[in-house]
């Protein structure tokens, strides 16, 4: 009987231990099980989104286009240097707004290298971006042709490149002024949006 | 008593016991939902770049972006000089491409051949002055190319023969692109036919283009007679006549195959001109352009680059081949 006994205790003494385990093991997992705890919000929409306009706009194009559309001390048609409260005149600017459409804010920044250090270019700028700001970027890479014209009738491969001038006139640096470099600089365009 | 005492001692015991099971039971299974909702909300906080479709789209972006180089180096650049030009900007891409991404962490490069080797040479085959289509030796059913991948193959016709009928694929002049040692070819007819096309009643010599299928199956398209007056202008790669788009060449699609290139009864046709890019070097097409007039110059048929991508998560290394669709 006394053995039993000593038994069942034992078994006591085994579960109690488990019990207690079990509470450390369940107490560790409560303080990861949400995302949110420290208060992020929803993202105002999916990154993949912003993505997918950034992929398909440079593919055609119309990304590039955006970001050339400079008039030597700004963005064409924009208020000062950058566009704020609206997106860029085009195809670029009318594919952000559909996507992200009239609740979510955006900037669009531009970072290209110079000789020496990495430069930011605003081509949206609506202020610092609110909780659950997401982002998404891409990579283009410019031609001495798609930041200077040519002229009307370049009989050379040496008649698309840029002249002095037209490169001081650009806010991106041309990285490769030989005589025959036709690649100009290849930048980097994030998109980060919020909701308003 | 003390029996009856001690006996439901121990069964409080075995209750006590048993409650402590199905505490830790009730524990685990919560654990086990807890964890189980945790790691959907991981799975959804997943992005691109741990999913790996970060890497294909930045290989898709940088062979946009080099093939447009390759383009403009083709376009603008004698045969000779080609490869720096696009071998500098591969090079310059790489460097900044590195650049930009090893700030989020990531490896990614382009590179080429420092030999060269990642050049692909080829050729352009083309006859340059209206004359037959006929090989240079006036030979009626001959190999214009062997085992060849043909892009952009393009043929201008001025003429069609009337001292012959050639109302029929069997009479008229036929181009083949037959696949090496097996079945399954293609073929083109180029044919001159009688047709009410108002439907008064008059019948009015048009062009006819057809195409042959492996299987068979013939597509037609029918134009105004080629004469002196009316050229046509076949544009095999893009599928057109004359800009248009004909369903009997749309059927076509010369490029991504290797063909034997055959012409067959060419002096039904007259005043053609013609010119095909093809993926081996003059030097391998043998002596069938020894002709005065039909001739294969060195060209750069394609470029291939190696890619490499590699995150915590994902590791992706391919070799890119830079070869646009059309290149004349």
Redesign the interface.
């Known amino acids: 009987?006394m053995g039993?006994?000593g038994q069942?205790?034992a078994?006591?003494g085994v579960?109690?231990a488990?019990?207690v385990l079990?509470?450390i093991?369940?107490a560790l997992?409560?303080t990861?099980?949400?995302?949110t705890t420290s208060g992020a919000t929803a993202a105002p929409v999916d990154?993949?989104s912003i993505?997918s306009v950034l992929?398909s706009t440079?593919?055609n194009g119309d990304l590039r286009s955006a970001i050339t559309d400079w008039d030597g001390s700004g963005f064409k048609d924009a208020e000062g240097e950058w566009y704020t409260g609206r997106y860029p005149t085009g195809a670029f600017g009318t594919a952000l707004n559909q996507t992200l459409g009239p609740s979510v804010t955006a900037n669009v920044v531009i970072?290209h290298?110079s000789s020496d250090s990495r430069k930011r270019t605003r081509l949206v700028y609506n202020g610092a971006p609110g909780d659950g700001a997401v982002r998404a970027s891409?990579?283009?890479?410019l031609?001495d042709?798609d930041v200077c014209s040519p002229g009307p009738s370049p009989s050379?491969?040496s008649d698309?490149l840029c002249t002095s001038p037209e490169r001081s006139d650009f806010y991106a640096a041309d990285?490769?002024t030989s005589p025959?470099?036709?690649?100009y600089?290849?930048v980097?365009v994030e998109v980060v949006a919020w909701r308003s | 008593m003390a029996v009856v005492g001690l006996a439901g001692r121990e069964r409080a015991q075995l209750l006590l016991a048993g409650a402590f099971v199905l505490a830790v039971a009730l524990i685990g299974l919560t654990i086990v939902l807890t964890s189980s909702s945790y790691t959907t909300t991981l799975a959804n906080q997943e992005n691109g770049v741990v999913r790996g479709s970060d890497a294909v789209t930045v290989r898709k972006s940088l062979d946009h972006e080099l093939t447009r180089q390759f383009e403009f180096v083709f376009r603008n650049y004698s045969a000779g000089n080609r490869r720096t030009p696009f071998e500098t900007v591969v090079a310059q891409t790489g460097n900044e491409t590195t650049t930009h991404y090893a700030r989020r962490g990531r490896l990614v490069n382009v590179t080429m051949d420092a030999s060269g080797a990642g050049f692909i040479e080829g050729a352009r085959i083309k006859q340059s002055e209206d004359l037959n289509l006929d090989s240079p030796s006036n030979v009626p059913n001959w190999v214009v190319a062997e085992d060849v991948e043909v892009r952009n193959a393009t043929l201008i016709i001025g003429d069609i023969s009337d001292a012959i009928p050639t109302s029929s694929p069997s009479t008229a002049t036929r181009m083949f692109f037959e696949t090496p040692g097996a079945g399954g070819d293609w073929s083109l007819a180029f044919m001159e036919q009688s047709k009410d096309i108002d439907g008064d009643g008059s019948l009015e010599t048009v062009w006819n283009i057809s195409s042959i299928s492996p299987s068979g199956k013939l597509r037609s398209c029918v134009r105004e007679e080629v004469n002196s007056n009316y050229e046509a202008k076949l544009d095999l790669d893009a599928g057109t006549l004359n800009g248009d788009r004909c369903g009997a060449l749309l059927a076509l699609s010369p490029e991504g195959n290797r063909y034997d290139v055959r012409i067959v009864r060419g002096a039904r046709t007259t005043a053609a001109r013609y010119w095909l890019i093809v993926d081996k070097q003059p030097g391998s097409l043998g002596t069938l352009f020894a002709g005065p007039f039909t001739d294969a110059e060195p060209v750069l048929y394609g470029a291939r680059v190696r890619y490499r991508y590699h995150s915590a998560t994902v590791t992706y290394e391919t070799n890119v081949d830079i070869a646009p669709q059309e290149l004349s």
């Open positions: 009987m039993d006994r069942l205790f078994l006591e579960l109690a488990l019990v079990a509470g093991a369940f997992q409560a990861v099980l949400t995302p990154a993949s993505d992929t440079a593919e970072y290298r891409t990579q283009v890479t031609y042709r050379s491969p698309y990285l490769d025959d470099g036709h690649l600089n290849v980097e």
